[in-house]
């Protein structure tokens, strides 16, 4: 090989390591010919070469830079920046109008009576605190409430894996949680690897962070296809695995021990930190909940987030992280970040959490959740055109049906929303747009009424008119 192939090759496999990133400059001509010990004319003739291969650009008077379009080598899925839009937000805003039949966003019944106790304990204590005669008011700094973290931890210790208080960090919910774990383990532009489809608030998050992801897709019933993310975590350097692996959002299934072991067996060699969105993990429809991949860590490297939004309540905003090994990070972004979460919603969560109130309600949700699915398949497969397939969940309230290729959820969604009707369209769970011919839908309060019903019908119509037109 000749000599400026060799300084070619090397800098060819800093460029697809991403030792040397998109957009930084490389070494000048003079100081790489000192470096290696070469001619400045064996450098020129290495630089035009990758040029040549779109690797690397010239700028006027500066010098020579990684290309950001570089062609990645091949690779079934390859990172890329995520660009989702505001679609999501306006779903959200969507969902929040109650004259929405609510077969759109994820949010739960609020319905249940533990939900009204918590409230009645929340407006106790700031009952309470009106009459406060203390003169200062205190913040609840990071890592949050002890009591509340005491209770925690007793409840995750009886169902999922052994806790400690002080290995726990209060959150203003999962997203808060999820937020803070990226910013502890990478910086912008690193590669994150998500499945796929992927909630769209993660993908978000990934987004307004500046980080790159890698989709991997999802093997239905089993979870993240592991031969793909064995060989994508040979290629590329990936920063932290971010899953959903209990009780997945959208597609409901949970990832079975034997599948999760192997998962931690692969990315031990790279001690790959992986970040674990449990919001819905304890909604399983087995007695007892599914352990999380959190149970089989062994160094730290996996941090659990999740919270009281599916179930108990969106709008109290707590969450927790367990951060193994990331505790310090996590907790001093949290922070400067926002300083502390409300002490008032802390204390009534957990007052709320004594005597296993939380375990008694979460048995009942389950049942309930899993008598609402009996309803909603049985209604889907009276209904949809039998070219409509849908997941069956393990646990939750989501379904994600596929419609044939071709057939356009956004636009089934815009024709919903018209009617009074929010349904999710499945473009959001990818930065690809692959599943525009998907939707999912939120059944957690699909009761039998008749108003709901005639909603889940119409959509069934909308689908119907959408195959029509392919
Ligand atoms: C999978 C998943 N992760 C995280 C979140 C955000 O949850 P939180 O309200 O706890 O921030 C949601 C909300 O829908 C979700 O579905």
């Known amino acids: 090989m000749k000599r400026y192939e060799q300084v070619t090759e090397t800098l060819r496999a800093q460029i697809e390591s991403y030792q040397l990133r998109p957009g930084e400059p490389l070494p000048s001509l003079r100081s790489l010919s000192e470096q290696l010990a070469v001619s ?19 700028r006027p008077r500066q010098g020579f830079f990684v290309s950001h379009g570089q062609p990645l080598p091949e690779v079934s899925a390859s990172p890329r920046p995520v660009q989702l839009g505001a679609l999501a937000l306006n779903i959200i805003r969507a969902a929040s109008c109650s004259d929405l039949h609510p077969l759109g966003s994820a949010d739960p019944d609020t319905r249940f009576p533990a939900r009204a106790q918590l409230y009645k304990t929340l407006a106790k204590n700031a009952r309470h605190r009106a009459h406060q005669q203390s003169k200062i008011s205190h913040y609840q700094p990071p890592p949050g409430s002890d009591l509340l973290r005491s209770r925690l931890a007793h409840h995750i210790s009886e169902s999922a894996f052994a806790c400690k208080p002080q290995e726990i960090i209060i959150s203003n919910g999962t997203q808060e949680g999820i937020s803070l774990s990226l910013r502890a383990i990478a910086s912008p532009g690193d590669i994150i690897a998500v499945e796929s489809p992927s909630f769209y608030g993660t993908l978000q998050c990934i987004e307004a962070l500046g980080l790159k992801v890698v989709e991997i897709p999802t093997i239905p019933g089993e979870g993240i296809n592991l031969c793909l993310l064995d060989k994508v975590l040979k290629e590329w350097p990936i920063k932290a695995l971010l899953l959903n692996p209990n009780v997945n959002n959208p597609l409901g299934f949970q990832m079975h021990v034997g599948q999760q072991e192997k998962l931690m067996a692969i990315t031990e060699p790279y001690q790959l930190p992986i970040i674990e969105d449990d919001v819905f993990g304890e909604l399983n429809y087995q007695s007892h909940r599914h352990p999380p991949l959190k149970a089989l860590d062994t160094n730290g490297r996996v941090v659990l987030c999740s919270s009281f939004s599916k179930s108990l309540d969106t709008d109290i905003r707590i969450g927790w992280v367990v951060p193994g090994k990331f505790y310090e990070e996590i907790n001093y972004l949290k922070y400067v970040t926002t300083l502390a979460s409300s002490g008032l919603t802390q204390d009534a969560s957990a007052e709320f959490m004594a005597e296993r109130r939380f375990a008694r309600h979460l048995r009942r949700l389950k049942r309930t959740y899993r008598q609402r699915w009996d309803l909603i398949a049985e209604d889907m497969c009276r209904h949809m055109p039998r070219e409509v397939s849908f997941s069956h969940p393990e646990g939750g309230y989501l379904s994600w049906l596929e419609l044939p290729a071709g057939c356009d959820g ?23 747009g692959e599943y525009r011919h998907c939707i999912r839908l939120n059944f957690s309060v699909y009761d039998g009424n008749p108003d709901l019903r005639r909603a889940l019908i119409r959509v069934s119509e909308l689908i119907r008119q959408d195959i029509g037109r392919l």
């Open 410 to 432: 956004d636009r089934i969604y815009q024709q919903a929303l018209s009617e009074g009707i929010a349904i999710t369209p499945g473009s959001l769970f990818s930065t690809r």
């Open 40 to 58: 400045k004319n064996t450098v020129i003739h290495a630089y035009q070469q990758l040029e040549a291969e779109g690797l690397i650009e010239p």
